[in-house]
């Protein structure tokens, strides 16, 4: 059976090579894979609705991923989602019953406020197993 994967993508991988291996695993098997790219917004942006910078980011973030998964398997089903994320990954559930989630995001100085414990927030509210992958500002994994 095929198990269905939800990857929060706040950031891209530049170095997947170096991706921990269950995750490298998994990245190649026959999983049914949703990405969801949460758009980043300021406070200020977020009140004014000034969101469409940050929508354009999301997509240009959501296509480097598809594009770069669709390399070595079917390209992944995706979408952008809120910036508020766990509504973004509600969202995504909502669709896509999914058996695990990968977060993908930055290192905490980087950290907008929505990303900020997401993985947790994911555990604690779907009761979803999540893992966190840290990106640090060029796009390397980091330690996490």
């Known amino acids: 059976m095929s198990q269905r994967i939800l990857i929060v993508a706040n950031a891209v991988i530049t170095n997947p090579e170096d991706l921990p291996q269950e995750i490298h695993a998994q990245a190649h098997s026959p999983h049914d894979v949703l990405v969801v790219a949460p758009i980043h917004t300021s406070r200020l942006q977020s009140w004014c609705s000034d969101i469409?910078?940050?929508?354009?980011?999301a997509h240009r973030r959501l296509n480097d991923i598809a594009a770069d998964i669709g390399s070595f398997r079917e390209p992944p089903l995706t979408q952008i989602g809120d910036e508020d994320q766990l509504a973004a990954?509600?969202?995504a559930l909502a669709e896509f019953p999914a058996d695990a989630c990968v977060v993908v995001t930055r290192v905490p100085d980087e950290q907008n406020r929505n990303e900020r414990g997401i993985a947790q927030r994911i555990r604690d509210r779907h009761g979803l197993?999540?893992?966190t992958l840290l990106v640090d500002r060029d796009g390397r994994l980091a330690a996490s």
């Open 129 to 131: 197993p999540t893992t």
């Open 52 to 57: 469409d910078e940050a929508q354009r980011n």
């Open 89 to 91: 990954v509600s969202d």
